[in-house]
């Protein structure tokens, strides 16, 4: 074949791409898929979207898939929401900040002074859209400092994770910190926690370190918290701040691996869990430290980095598929009956949590050995597929899947082609 026809044949390629992905843009679905059926359990489902691109909100979604509420600031990340009363919504905010809005003590990190991240725990009024109560605090930059969970005592105090310092901790109305927990102080070599289980150690001020991405108050009152990077689940008594129970192994990706949002059900003595990087929601039983159910999603419909799961009174369970842009309620026997697919990516893009409203997270609800468990793994290819599609989404428009990644990849390869014959051709006119 000469270059003359070489260049004709690609150059032809990459037209046709160019159309057919011109007409997919056109004709593609974009509307959300929903599924809404007599089994699903009752209420709106309050979202947490942390989004891609710094467009931040919380959503309120109707069963049959319409927005009935929707907040948002600009330039944020929403991650921990709960609505306290009909009126009021409790939400988790890291917003990205420029330079000039920044404390300067906030820009000292040269690799990333352009920006700060202003993390806010907002009350708001879901008539007027007003945040009424707001607690708040600075950081250096947004990525792995962001305020990821948050929860209303029963005594009126509030419960924060703080992911940037590596803490959790609790404040009143006024704003007074009224008990702290540092994991540098219970975590490093030397505590018990590490001679026992070890974990990774931390490297530098700006680390992300633990990652503590969930807090929860127990019936007894300690506190459950997520550690993300180090693969476990840890109970700490406020009285002593000592970790007295421990869920999963630092590195035993068996059990779990940079897991989010554990759901404890208390009177079953298990632990609903979000198994992020497992893409799976495992239930796992504290007696017996096994894990006694799972679900991963039907086949070619796979969970994709799910990061929450609550299981519903009447046995569903609901699930964030983050990844996958969509939360869908499964039922016993695994059946999706309730499902919002935001298949364009617009409504609620890279969703964080989702509770369905005017469920009390210590309801009474059926273990996992009582369902069916719903286990479709998929092979090494279509894992590293679904990753680069997942992934993809950060740089292209979110309506964009598999087939139209690979028609975008397609046409740089031609145009890399192109320049590349480019070259031969002028070193043969150098040379000759």
């Given at each position: 074949?000469t270059?003359?026809?070489?260049?004709t044949?690609?150059?032809?390629?990459?037209v046709?791409?160019i159309?057919s992905l011109?007409?997919q843009a056109?004709?593609?679905d974009?509307d959300?898929?929903?599924v809404n059926?007599?089994?699903r359990y009752?209420g709106?489902t309050?979202?947490?979207v942390?989004?891609?691109?710094?467009d931040?909100?919380?959503v309120?979604l109707a069963?049959?898939?319409?927005?009935?509420?929707?907040?948002?600031?600009?330039?944020?990340?929403?991650f921990g929401?709960?609505?306290?009363?009909?009126e009021t919504?409790?939400?988790?905010?890291?917003?990205?900040?420029p330079?000039?809005d920044?404390p300067d003590?906030?820009?000292?990190y040269?690799?990333?002074?352009d920006?700060?991240v202003?993390?806010r725990?907002v009350?708001?009024?879901k008539?007027?859209?007003?945040v009424?109560?707001?607690y708040?605090?600075y950081?250096?930059f947004?990525?792995h400092?962001?305020?990821?969970?948050?929860?209303?005592l029963d005594?009126g105090?509030?419960?924060?994770?703080d992911?940037?310092?590596d803490?959790?901790?609790t404040?009143?109305?006024?704003?007074?910190i009224?008990w702290?927990w540092q994991a540098?102080?219970h975590?490093?070599?030397?505590?018990?926690?590490?001679?026992?289980?070890?974990?990774?150690?931390?490297?530098?001020?700006?680390?992300?370190?633990?990652h503590?991405?969930d807090?929860?108050h127990?019936e007894?009152g300690?506190f459950?918290?997520?550690?993300r990077?180090?693969?476990?689940i840890?109970?700490?008594?406020?009285?002593?701040?000592e970790?007295?129970d421990?869920?999963?192994?630092?590195?035993n990706?068996?059990?779990?691996?940079?897991?989010h949002n554990p759901?404890?059900?208390e009177a079953?003595g298990t632990?609903v869990?979000?198994?992020?990087?497992n893409?799976?929601?495992?239930?796992?039983?504290l007696e017996?430290?096994?894990?006694?159910w799972?679900y991963t999603g039907p086949s070619?419909e796979q969970?994709?980095w799910p990061?929450d799961?609550?299981?519903?009174p009447?046995?569903?369970?609901l699930?964030?598929?983050?990844?996958?842009?969509?939360?869908?309620?499964?039922?016993?026997?695994g059946?999706?009956?309730?499902?919002?697919?935001?298949?364009d990516?617009?409504v609620?893009p890279?969703?964080?949590?989702?509770?369905?409203?005017?469920?009390d997270e210590?309801?009474?609800a059926p273990?996992?050995?009582?369902l069916t468990?719903?286990?479709?793994?998929?092979?090494?290819?279509?894992?590293?597929l679904s990753e680069w599609?997942?992934?993809?989404q950060y740089?292209f428009?979110?309506?964009?899947?598999?087939p139209?990644?690979?028609?975008?990849?397609?046409?740089?390869?031609?145009?890399?082609?192109?320049?590349?014959?480019?070259v031969?051709f002028s070193?043969r006119?150098?040379?000759g």
């Open positions: 074949m270059q003359r026809t070489r260049i044949v690609v150059a032809v390629v990459i046709l791409l159309v011109g007409v056109v004709v593609v974009r959300a898929d929903i059926e007599d089994e009752p709106n309050l979202v947490g942390h989004s891609y691109n710094d931040g909100r919380v309120e069963p049959d898939g319409e927005v009935v509420w929707e907040w948002s600031v600009p330039n944020s990340r929403v929401v709960e609505q306290l009363d009909p919504v409790l939400a988790a905010v890291a917003v990205k900040t330079a000039e920044c003590e906030y820009l000292e040269e690799e990333r002074d920006h700060c202003h993390n725990v009350e708001i009024d008539e007027s859209g007003e009424g109560w707001e708040d605090w950081d250096e947004i990525g400092h962001e305020v990821h969970d948050v929860e209303r005594n105090e509030t419960a924060i994770i992911m940037g310092n803490r959790s901790f404040v009143d109305r006024e704003g007074e009224t702290e540098e102080d975590l490093t070599p030397g505590t018990p926690f590490y001679e026992d289980y070890g974990g990774p150690e931390k490297d530098g001020e700006h680390d992300d370190w633990t503590m991405n807090i929860d127990l007894n300690n459950q918290m997520s550690l990077n180090f693969d476990v840890i109970e700490v008594d406020p009285e002593t701040d970790i007295v421990v869920v999963g192994e630092p590195g990706h068996s059990v779990l691996e940079r897991q759901h404890r059900l079953q632990m869990i979000a198994d992020s990087e893409d799976r929601i495992v239930e796992h039983d017996s430290d096994e894990h006694i799972q070619g969970l994709q990061r799961a609550d299981r519903l009447n046995g569903n369970t699930i964030t598929d983050s990844q996958n842009n969509r939360v869908l309620e499964v039922d016993p026997d059946e999706i009956v309730w499902q919002y697919d935001d298949l990516g617009t609620i890279l969703p964080y949590e989702a509770d369905r409203i005017g469920v210590r309801s009474d273990p996992g050995d009582e468990a719903v286990d479709n793994e998929r092979s090494t290819v279509e894992s590293i599609e997942a992934m993809a740089a428009p979110t309506w964009m899947h598999l139209q990644i690979l028609h975008v990849v397609g046409i740089v390869l031609g145009v890399l082609w192109l320049a590349a014959e480019g031969v070193w006119r150098f040379v």
